[in-house]
């Protein structure tokens, strides 16, 4: 079974960093694009970053780039975000997601990210 | 910048009646549109995806359809469990709409 859990979520004041991880297992992490998807407080989603298969290729959307940053390690199943000088609009839910393959895709449960002092 | 625009913003059908919600892009897109369904306190949910491709185990009630800046999802016949917040994405620039609530008339 395709698991995907995240954690490290947190309350942090505004300028100061998180790094969230995601756990992957019951698939073959290496063999995926995975990305980070955010949600805040009764908001939409918002497409954060994706990374390719071995971490050589990354997207980040505009609003973040040169803030956050996406990496993976293959041998420890896991994906991560380092987010610094973190911001109030920054507070939401972070997902975890598994691309898609043959018509499925894998959405972890998200942690919550609080920025406020 | 690149936008894509759901509408209605809220939609009020009953069980049994066709819902159809729109996804329009502010620029030509290719067909790499997918579909989310989210309900309270879960993670999205994929549809469709490619435009018309129910992803696995989605009822035959939902479907996709449209090209280059009009896709619609529609729902055939809405079932009770079906009435929850619903985005478009395309996946070439991962921008995502801002959600259709579809709710009990």
């Known amino acids: 079974e395709v698991q995907l859990v995240e954690s490290g979520g947190g309350l942090v004041q505004p300028g100061g960093s998180l790094r969230l991880s995601c756990a992957a297992s019951?698939?073959?992490?290496?063999?995926?694009?995975m990305s980070w998807v955010r949600q805040g407080p009764g908001k939409g989603l918002e497409w954060v970053a994706n990374?390719?298969?071995?971490?050589?290729?990354?997207y980040y959307v505009n609003s973040m780039k040169g803030r956050f940053t996406i990496s993976r390690d293959n041998a420890k199943n896991s994906l991560y975000l380092q987010m610094n000088s973190l911001r109030a609009e920054d507070t939401a839910v972070y997902y975890c997601?598994?691309?898609?393959?043959?018509?499925?895709?894998?959405w972890g449960q998200g942690t919550l990210v609080t920025v406020s002092s | 910048e690149f936008v894509l625009t759901q509408s209605p913003a809220t939609l009020s059908l009953s069980p049994g009646e066709r819902g159809t919600l729109s996804c329009r892009a502010s620029?030509?897109?290719?067909?790499?549109l997918v579909w989310y369904q989210q309900k309270p306190g879960q993670a999205p949910m994929l549809l469709i995806y490619?435009?018309?491709n129910r992803a696995t185990g989605i009822p035959a009630r939902f479907s996709g359809s449209g090209s280059g800046t009009d896709f619609t999802l529609t729902i055939s016949s809405l079932e009770p469990e079906d009435f929850a917040v619903y985005y478009c994405?395309?996946?070439?620039?991962?921008?995502f709409g801002q959600g259709t609530r579809l709710e009990i008339k």
């Open positions: 997601v598994r691309d898609m393959s043959g018509g499925n895709e894998y």
């Open positions: 019951g698939f073959t992490f290496s063999n995926y694009w």
């Open positions: 990374i390719n298969q071995n971490g050589s290729v990354k």
């Open positions: 620029q030509s897109v290719s067909s790499n």
């Open positions: 490619g435009a018309s």
């Open positions: 994405q395309q996946r070439d620039n991962w921008a």
